[in-house]
């Protein structure tokens, strides 16, 4: 069964360091999506992406984050410089048609910033 | 923003029994999704209802969708100690995104 694919599963990072978040999204698809799950809370939404650009993102997507999708099967989520309340499991996303069907996502990349 | 909330936050059961979930949102929906997450892992997709379903069954769950209290419900049957979990609904408005309720903790005990 295709599956999202992220790495690394877990980053440890000084504060104020880029951080590099990545993930292989499944292959036929063109939605592509970053959530933030903070320890024993809620799943929250990031930022969409489509046709190489930004679809929709969240008041937590602020100038310290941006994506990319330098080739034709990554997706990656940039921290410039962490702060310690980035601490958290971030999840990578696609989907086939966008909301309209289910997302799949991948495992996580648990971050944690000292 | 919308957002799920879902109630109860926990639930703990035996194994055999039927656990149910709730799910209420704010705005009117194209879809809303049940995802399911093992501590620590990522989210898995169980099952879509659309706006205009009231209705759906997959195995041994069940979701219904009462768009004009804006609630939805997952019920489980038959639970097994594997279903142990955190559930959250998800909500598709017009715009192309998930927006996650707060989830239900459910443990089944052997």
């Known amino acids: 069964e295709p599956e999202v694919t992220q790495t690394p599963s877990h980053q440890v990072t000084q504060m104020g360091q880029e951080v590099i978040l990545r993930c292989v999204p499944i292959?036929?698809?063109?939605?592509f999506y970053w959530y933030r799950q903070i320890l024993g809370q809620k799943v929250e939404f990031l930022v969409s992406?489509?046709?190489?650009?930004?679809?929709?993102k969240s008041e937590i997507f602020d100038d310290q984050f941006s994506v990319e999708r330098p080739d034709g099967s990554n997706f990656t989520l940039k921290i410039r410089s962490t702060k310690l309340e980035d601490s958290a499991m971030y999840f990578c996303?696609?989907?086939?048609?966008?909301?309209?069907?289910?997302?799949?996502f991948g495992q996580g990349t648990r971050l944690t910033v000292v | 923003s919308q957002q799920g909330e879902e109630d109860p936050q926990a639930l703990s059961i035996q194994e055999g029994e039927n656990a149910t979930m709730n799910c209420s949102y704010k705005?009117?929906?194209?879809?809303l999704q049940w995802y399911r997450q093992n501590s620590g892992r990522g989210l898995v997709h169980l099952i879509l209802?659309?706006?205009?379903?009231r209705e759906k069954h997959s195995g041994r769950l069940r979701v219904t969708l009462d768009t004009s209290k804006k609630s939805s419900s997952l019920l489980i049957t038959a639970s097994r100690a594997a279903d142990t979990a955190s559930y959250f609904c998800?909500?598709?408005?017009?715009?192309?995104?998930?927006?996650f309720g707060t989830g239900t903790r459910l443990q089944v005990f052997p």
């Open positions: 996303a696609s989907s086939e048609t966008g909301g309209f069907t289910e997302a799949f």
């Open positions: 292959s036929n698809h063109l939605y």
């Open positions: 992406f489509y046709n190489n650009e930004i679809s929709e």
């Open positions: 705005t009117s929906i194209n879809n």
């Open positions: 209802i659309r706006s205009n379903e």
């Open positions: 998800a909500t598709v408005d017009n715009t192309d995104k998930l927006i």
